[in-house]
C-alpha cells in the first residue's frame, strides 16, 4: 500500500466470502448439467473467473472473448464490437458468462443476443457488480455479487486505463462514496 491507493470500496475479504457463495450457488443450480461452460469477457473479469472457478464444486470448462465499445474508460457505453470470439462452439452448451461489471448494460445486451444464436443448451451470466443507476438496457444477472452506486470502481480486474487492475480489492478514487 502507498498513500496513492485507491480508497478501499468492498474489502478483499468481502469479495471472497461474495464469490464463494456465488460459487456455491452456481455448484448447485448446475449440479446437474454435464459440463458448465465459463465464458469470460476480457479483460475485466479475468480475476473473478479465476477465482469463481476454482471455487465452484462441478465439472467446468473455460473459455474468453472480448469486446469493447466505442466509448471512453470513464464514459462506457456506445454500440459494442467483438474483438476476439470464443475457441469453442458452445451449441449444445451450459454457458455462463461471466461479467466484471453491468453498467449501462450494453455489453452484456450485446453478447447475450449474439451467443444466444449459437444454440447453447442455456445461457445465463454472472457478474460481480452491477451499478443499476447506470442502466440504459434493461438486462437480466443471473449471479450478482454486489450492486453498487454510480462511482468508477478499479481493482480485482477493472481498472481505469489500464491502472490499478490488479489491486487484491475493489477500490474507488472518486471523491463522495456512499456505498
Ligand atoms: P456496460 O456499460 O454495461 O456495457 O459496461 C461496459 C464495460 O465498462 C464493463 O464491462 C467494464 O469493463 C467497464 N466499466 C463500467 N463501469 C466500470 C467501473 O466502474 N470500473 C471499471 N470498469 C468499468
Ligand atoms: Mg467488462
Known sequence: ????DPKVFIAEEAIRRRVGELAHSISQDY??????????????????????????????SVDFLAVASYGTAV?????????????TDIAGRHVLVVEDIV???DTLDYLMSLLALRGPASLKC??????????KKEVR?????????DVWVVGYGLDDMER???LPYIGTRSGKVTA
Do not use: Q, W
Not at 464514459?75 to 475457441?87: F, N, Y
Open 103 to 105: 453498467d449501462t448494460g
Open 75 to 87: 464514459a462506457p457505453g456506445g454500440p459494442v464490437r467483438l474483438i476476439t470470439d470464443l475457441r
Open 31 to 60: 449440479a446437474k448439467a454435464e459440463n458448465l461452460h465459463l465464458v469470460g469477457v476480457l479483460r475485466g473479469s479475468f480475476i473473478f473467473l479465476a477465482d469463481l472457478s476454482r471455487a465452484l464444486t462441478i465439472p467446468r
Open 141 to 149: 444477472i443471473d449471479y450478482m455479487g454486489f450492486e453498487i452506486p
Open 1 to 4: 500500500m502507498t498513500g496513492d
Open 164 to 166: 490499478d487492475r490488479a
Open 126 to 135: 454472472c457478474a460481480l457488480l452491477s451499478k443499476p443507476a447506470c442502466r
